[in-house]
DNA sequence: AGATCATGCGCCC
DNA sequence: TGGGCGCCCTGATC
């Protein structure tokens, strides 16, 4: 696997290690702010061998509120543990971890990053859960009315992996969700942290439009609705969950938890999870105390009180609705669990199902078809897989580990289903750690066979340098649509784009900068700009190869992409 | 090129 | 139980 081949690229460090290092932090730490704020005179005197400054930061007696008799150069110290005698960072397009801390990615104590296991093949951090037979009678139930409907042999696996379309720039602040229209094919729509919906049609690349009058802070989460695909639904932080009419841009808010404006943070309330039931007609919305509330969209006012639904006082990230059995509604919070509910009995406790996490709970959702698995993202960097919502439910059936930790200028993450893949086991989710691809530290989208943890393709392209934690396929076509940053982007399958590209006499990308920055492109027209604008900021941490357009995409090996 | 800032969650007292 | 502090691969801007 090319993956493990990749391994070959990092250098093997060996990092001499500091008989000091185990002496009193405190002081150091003491003496470290007052290196910061010292005066420059003495700046030459210090020299650089990190034994000797070790020694000096020990035993000088910095006072306490005067100046610092010392000054120390500090780059010889971690950024990150603040000791000397190693440095963690790039070092060009590769990251050396601090070797005092956990492995970033699994978080078991033995080894750093560079040398997770599950770093160079994914598999390899897929915990399987023992099989367990019930044989109770949702087993039963399950065997005769759902087993039918999911095929037993996997399909070919077709991966978007490479970048048809982009908008650069789109949003003015970071892409939150994206949602596929449900009947044109060709639209997408974007939120962000600011609030603001924006409307895309990708098969035109230019034509775009931005409503920045719905919400006033982060768009959590959009559905359109179900009755009429030209109304969305949408939570915000804002504390309201709105209807707007995609032609008109006219916004009717549901919901308003904070009727009398900012009262300070202890009664602000947010939004976040949303999910509609189609048969009776409602929007649930969760906020971020706990309390699940209902919008009935037919008189567009409230129904019934709001349910204390997860830990009162955290946030409830994600709801979603059973696609097959709509009165199973699963959420997802702060409290670090994934809960099942029947929204028919909706009381606080009696949810059906309770499945713990270590950490936050980013998502959860059911399999888009029969509805019968559940796959979560939580921080601690796993996937959790739980093959049938009938089956004993006490520990999942699969942990994968993944890097997509928390961090808080980033969406955060979510492991987000195939909607087209009939077996039920392909996921997509954006990887926070970088790679070095050929001297560019690039972050991946990944494609994951959730039934074995099996990484079916790493989806990269040299131009996008920054973090795509946003990302969703399309319900029909095969298209992939992320969120990086500011920008969108569409992915196809290389061939098919091709094909496209030839058709069309369309510019591939567009930047539109909403702010009056002449930095991009000549000050000239946006729309006029093209690939020069997609390449330039980038290569912050990229080594060499900055001029050239090397090949795009790579994916493990093309025989992966195959025969399953 | 380096400094600055934005601002969520875990953990510790 | 709650406030305060610190933070490992950010990204944009100046």
Not at 456 to 474: C, F, G, R
């Amino acid at each position: 696997m090319p993956a493990r081949a990749r391994r070959t690229l990092f250098p093997e460090v060996v990092i001499e290690r500091d008989s000091d290092t185990e002496k009193s932090s405190d002081d150091e730490e003491e003496v470290e702010d007052d290196v910061v704020e010292s005066d420059d005179q003495e700046e030459d005197e210090v020299e650089v061998d990190a034994r000797k400054v070790k020694e000096a930061e020990v035993s000088s007696p910095a006072n306490k509120k005067g100046k610092a008799h010392i000054t120390i150069s500090l780059k010889k110290v971690c950024k990150v543990c603040k000791r000397t005698g190693h440095q963690a960072g790039f070092q060009g397009p590769t990251y050396i971890d601090c070797p005092m801390k956990p492995c970033f990615l699994c978080k078991l104590p033995g080894h750093t990053t560079v040398d997770c296991p599950h770093r160079a093949a994914m598999e390899f951090g897929v915990i399987p859960a023992s099989r367990k037979r019930t044989n109770n009678s949702l087993d039963y139930v399950f065997e005769r009315q759902v087993r039918h409907r999911v095929p037993s042999i996997k399909p070919e696996f077709v991966i978007p992996d490479e970048v048809n379309c982009a908008v650069i720039r789109y949003h003015s602040r970071r892409v939150t969700c994206l949602e596929f229209h449900p009947t044109n094919n060709n639209i997408l729509l974007s939120g962000d942290k600011k609030g603001q919906l924006g409307v895309w049609d990708f098969g035109k690349v230019h034509e775009k439009t931005v409503y920045s009058n719905i919400h006033t802070c982060l768009l959590n989460n959009m559905k359109f609705s179900p009755a009429n695909d030209g109304t969305v639904y949408a939570a915000s932080s804002d504390g309201t969950m709105s209807s707007t009419d995609l032609e008109t841009g006219l916004s009717t808010p549901l919901l308003d938890l904070n009727p009398n404006g900012w009262q300070g943070p202890n009664t602000w309330t947010m939004l976040y999870g949303m999910d509609l039931n189609a048969e009776k007609s409602l929007v649930l919305v969760a906020d971020s105390s706990g309390f699940l509330h209902m919008v009935d969209t037919r008189s567009n006012s409230k129904k019934g009180n709001p349910v204390l639904i997860h830990k009162k006082g955290t946030k409830v990230v994600g709801l979603h609705i059973n696609p097959f059995q709509p009165d199973l509604l699963l959420s997802c919070g702060n409290d670090h669990f994934v809960r099942i509910w029947d929204i028919r009995r909706l009381e606080p406790e009696s949810c059906l199902h309770s499945l713990p996490h270590k950490r936050v709970v980013n998502s959860a959702y059911f399999s888009p078809l029969t509805g019968s698995k559940i796959v979560t993202t939580s921080i601690d960097n796993r996937i959790r897989v739980w093959d049938s919502i009938f089956g004993n439910l006490d520990t999942p059936s699969r942990e994968i580990v993944h890097s997509h930790d928390f961090n808080r200028h980033l969406t955060p993450f979510r492991a987000e289903w195939d909607p087209k893949d009939p077996s039920e086991s392909l996921v997509v989710v954006g990887r926070y750690i970088s790679e070095n691809y050929n001297g560019l530290a690039l972050h991946p989208i990944d494609f994951i066979d959730i039934s074995t943890g099996q990484l079916i393709a790493e989806v990269m392209d040299p131009n996008i340098t920054t973090i795509s934690p946003v990302n969703k396929l399309h319900p029909r076509d095969d298209v992939l649509a992320s969120g990086s940053s500011r920008s969108l982007f569409i992915w196809r399958p290389k061939e098919k784009s091709d094909e496209v590209a030839q058709e069309k006499d369309e510019r591939k990308i567009v930047v539109c900068d909403n702010r009056k920055n002449k930095k991009f492109g000549d000050g000239s027209d946006d729309d006029d700009d093209d690939d020069d604008d997609f390449k330039s900021k980038k290569g912050k941490k990229s080594g060499k190869s900055k001029g050239k357009k090397p090949i795009l995409v790579t994916t493990p090996s093309s025989s992966k992409k195959k025969k399953f």
